[in-house]
Structures are given as C-alpha cells and as structure tokens.
C-alpha cells in the first residue's frame, strides 16, 4: 500500500471513560491495519513525560486519538501534540476545550443563534439549597462525557440532596431544564450530517435517559436510523448539527446529540444538547453505525479520519 502510514492510537487514558475508550481503540487498530498501516497503540497515563518519550520512539506519521474524556477530549492530549507537532485526527485544543466545557458550548451556541434549553451555571452548594429551576430539570458535570454524572430532578423527589451528596465533578454544575420527547443524534464528517438516530433506551432497563449504562451496555437502547420523524424536522437539525461543528470550529468527525420534543400540539422543538468532538468508535457507537447507513464502511471511517489528521489550533 503505497500511501501507508506510521499510525499511534491513543487509547485507554486516565478518564472515567477509560474502558470505552478502550474498546473504541481495539475496534480502530484493527480497521486500520486491515487498510495496510502500521499501527502502534498508546495508553498515555499520568507521567506526561512518558507519552512524549514513547511518541518520540514510535515516530508516528499520524495519532489516531481515541482517548475519551478529561485530558482526551478537553483539549489538553490535542495541546501536546501540537506542541511536538504531530498530526492527529479529530479537533484541536480550541474546539475540543470549548465543547467538552457544557458552559462555553452553551455560550457558543446561543451566540451562533442555535437553540439550546434553558439553562445556567450553579454552585452545588447552592443545588443543596434550592432548586435553581421549576423541575423538571438536568444536572450536568461541566466537564465529563458519555452522560457521566447526569441526573434528572423531578418534582417531590429527594434526588438533589443525593445529587449533592454523590458529587465529584468540581465546584459547579449545569442545570437546565429537562426537554421532554425523543433522544436524536446526528455524525457530521466535515461539512456533512450523515443521518439522524432516534435512540430510546431499553424498557425496564431503569434508564429514563440515554445514560453511560444506556449507551454502552448491549442491548441497553436500540438505535433506529434513519429516525422516524417528519422530514423538514431532520433537515433542520441536520443543519444545526453543521452549524454547531461549524461554531465550534470542530475538524474530521464530531456527533451532535438533540432533544425533539414533539410532546405537545404545537409543531416539534429541537433542542442542541452537545456536541461530542471525540464520537464514540466501538461496535455499538453511533458514528459508525450511521456511517456504515450512509455506505461508509468501519475501515473507510477509520482511514478517512486518518487522512483528515492535521494540527489545528
């Protein structure tokens, strides 16, 4: 294979995400290999010094990142290699920081006029106190992935207190209003939307929401793509899916996740939950599910992803 390259794969991590990270790895070694490159792994632990002298020896032409989490998708793995300049897949340290801080995508997404729930900053302390919005409404770490940490708070429950109790995710946390109806999510390759997934979690399977259970246990949702929803709807949000990659100034692959509530009599509401510059990549992850519907096989994922690889800021 003439255009075959030298290839780390970052996974693994230090992250609570670490074991998807993990299988999303194992799944892109092999994709990559299977296309004639020669692929190394990494799983980058707390000694920073150790990940530059094991990049350096392994002298790679590309890092496939498939780190997931704090320091894989927070910018900080994206800076480092900057820094040594290696080119690697998906976004840089800019976009990458901005999306995985739930509050500073927020601020990007309301300036760039997409619609996003209502919503603010709390201190937990203040959680403890009160309720900081009419229930029902979502806690969120500022700073995890896979829905780590989210709960709903719903009205005569005693969850906040728990909430409060249970948290480790740093001194604030993201309230916004819960959007009832469907769970979707939309791929964006480049500049474009691959489909819509309406994802609904397993009934009896204790999940009210697509939680990390939800998402990574089989059978713990069933994906349907294309979803079943009124056309003009999927365009528009496949639209907002851009234009959020776009905002943030995302590269290669990222995966917008939306709330469509067609609850009421009026027309359906789309609601911009978050973009995920580091797409999940094991068997059961929707970017390549939705990838392969739109006739873009697992490997061809894997190396366009690779060609795409730079050092953007």
């Excluded at 994709?31 to 190394?40: C, E, Q």
């Excluded at 998708?73 to 300049?85: A, F, S, T, Y």
Aim: charged content about 20%.
């Amino acid at each position: 294979m003439s255009n075959s390259k030298r290839i780390t794969v970052l996974m693994g991590g230090i992250s609570s995400e670490r074991e998807v990270s993990l299988a999303s790895g194992k799944g892109v070694v092999e994709a990559l290999r299977s296309l004639g490159h020669t692929v190394s792994t990494l799983d980058p632990g707390a000694d920073l010094a150790a990940l530059v002298t094991t990049l350096t020896e392994q002298k790679p032409d590309v890092v496939f990142n498939a780190l997931h989490g704090r320091y894989g998708e927070d910018g900080c793995i994206q800076g480092v290699l900057n820094w040594i300049g290696v080119p690697y897949t998906h976004s840089g340290v800019r976009a990458s920081a901005t999306a995985m801080d739930k509050a500073a995508a927020r601020a990007v997404f309301l300036s760039a006029g997409l619609p996003v729930a209502e919503g603010k900053l709390v201190a937990i302390e203040d959680l403890a106190k009160a309720d900081p919005l009419p229930t029902p409404y979502v806690v969120k770490p500022v700073s995890e992935g896979s829905s780590v940490g989210v709960s709903i708070v719903r009205s005569g429950s005693n969850t906040r207190q728990e909430i409060v109790e249970n948290w480790r995710y740093g001194p604030h946390a993201l309230v916004e209003a819960f959007i009832p109806g469907k769970e979707i999510t939309i791929g964006v390759l480049g500049d474009r939307a691959l489909t819509v997934t309406d994802i609904t979690p397993a009934p009896g399977g204790g999940h009210d929401f697509y939680d990390y259970d939800a998402k990574y246990t089989s059978g713990g949702s069933s994906h349907v793509l294309p979803a079943a929803i009124d056309d003009a709807v999927s365009k528009q949000a496949c639209a907002i899916a851009v234009a959020a990659h776009q905002a943030l100034g995302c590269s290669g692959a990222s995966r917008s996740d939306f709330r469509l509530d067609d609850t009421g009599p009026g027309p359906a509401r789309l609601v911009l939950l978050e973009v995920n510059t580091q797409p999940g990549m094991t068997a059961t992850s929707l970017l390549p599910e939705q990838a392969a519907y739109c006739g873009i096989s697992y490997p061809e994922l894997c190396g366009w992803l690779v060609e795409q690889a730079a050092c953007p800021q």
